[in-house]
């Protein structure tokens, strides 16, 4: 390894095919052809055939026991590894993970990391800890972030429409995503007009439940070469750092505290500065996360999120495209896939093929996740093999 970064073994580590099904709404499809679309497209996109994969990391919340194995047989019993990863809204990022330490640490050259979902019952651990709350809407998170909405706005002057604006833009770029859940775009009065869901959050500014899948394909440096790859399709994995909750000083500064710190020690683990992103897919389940976290992140200063919103910096060809994709609240929130579909974004920004809402001159990127506001995760990305 250089420089003490884990993520440099075995010749560092590279995304080399990345494939999604489209987000939608709840349907009949069974998990298995949302999963093998997706996993199919990825070998397609990598060049690579199934047998050549040897292990796979399978992020999903809803499905149930040993989904991965029941799925993945269907391209062929090869005898891989298969490992199922559950950790709410960031299980796909987890899954991210765990591929990448057993690429780093030279377990396995070629390995798959994907996550599937079906809307399911969404049952929490929280809500069996055999503790009494004194309320029932305790830990129902509309409900708490639309208390740090109101305190956000509050002590910052802004009004409801700092907020709207990150769903029209977000709408915005998921209507140029042919992978989005929502594909039409929105205006401020459409958001602002919506129902109602708690607060002063309403419907078009909080993200779809549905189902979908994605995958990437995760290859060595070591083995790049051998297997024949275009250098400049492979994309480089530079940081990988998750973290839990610590004790709230302040409510609602929980889920800041943790995006702030996981992406401190990426942005550390990486070696550049947040103003360097050129790419933020982040966890915009509800509009004011995206300018609260824009502001955690570093890519803007404490208290300037919705200024920087309003001037066009976090637009595609602004100073960093935050959520190009469209985010949770365009593109979709299937938990299982979304963070695994966040670094597919990123990826196909980085190499230049994300035709109709393409960042100019990206190179660097960061996907970040919170699950239940109790985990975080962020990854950074950033050049091509060929650089």
Request: with cysteine.
């Amino acid at each position: 390894m250089s420089g003490g970064n884990w993520l440099a073994g075995n010749g560092g580590v590279y995304v080399v095919g990345i494939g999604l099904h489209p987000y939608q709404f709840p349907s009949d499809t069974p998990y298995t052809q949302l999963g093998l679309t997706a996993v199919r497209a990825a070998l397609a996109d990598a060049g690579l055939a199934w047998k050549q994969v040897q292990a796979a990391y399978v992020g999903t919340t809803s499905i149930g026991m040993a989904a991965g194995r029941v799925m993945l047989r269907h391209l062929g019993s090869t005898g891989l590894a298969v490992t199922q990863v559950e950790n709410a809204s960031a299980s796909g990022s987890f899954a991210f993970r765990q591929a990448c330490m057993e690429v780093a640490h030279g377990i396995s050259d070629v390995v798959l990391a994907m996550g599937v979902d079906k809307h399911g019952d969404g049952r929490r651990a929280a809500n069996k800890d055999g503790l009494e709350r004194l309320s029932d809407t305790a830990t129902i998170p509309a409900v708490k972030f639309a208390l740090m909405a109101r305190s956000y706005l509050r002590e910052h002057g802004g009004g409801m429409e700092s907020m709207a604006k990150v769903a029209v833009k977000n709408h915005g770029n998921a209507a140029l995503n042919p992978y989005a859940q929502f594909r039409k775009p929105r205006t401020l009065e459409q958001v602002l007009a919506s129902p109602r869901v708690a607060g002063d959050l309403t419907v078009q500014q909080c993200c779809p439940r549905g189902e979908g899948a994605a995958a990437v394909l995760l290859v060595s440096g070591q083995a790049l070469a051998r297997l024949g790859l275009d250098p400049a399709r492979c994309v480089r994995v530079h940081a990988s750092a998750a973290s839990s909750e610590r004790d709230e000083t302040r409510y609602g500064e929980g889920p800041i505290d943790l995006v702030r710190d996981s992406a401190r020690a990426a942005l550390e683990q990486a070696g550049i500065g947040a103003t360097e992103l050129d790419l933020l897919e982040l966890h915009d389940a509800f509009s004011v996360e995206e300018l609260l976290y824009s502001e955690a992140v570093g890519v803007c200063q404490p208290g300037e999120g919705a200024a920087y919103l309003e001037r066009g910096d976090s637009r595609i060809g602004g100073r960093c495209a935050i959520n190009a994709s469209g985010g949770l609240i365009g593109m979709g929130h299937p938990l299982g896939p979304t963070g695994i579909g966040q670094v597919a974004e990123i990826v196909r920004q980085i190499r230049g093929e994300a035709e109709g809402r393409q960042h100019p001159a990206a190179r660097w990127g960061m996907a970040h996740m919170i699950g239940l506001g109790s985990v975080a995760i962020a990854h950074v990305l950033g050049g091509t093999a060929r650089c």
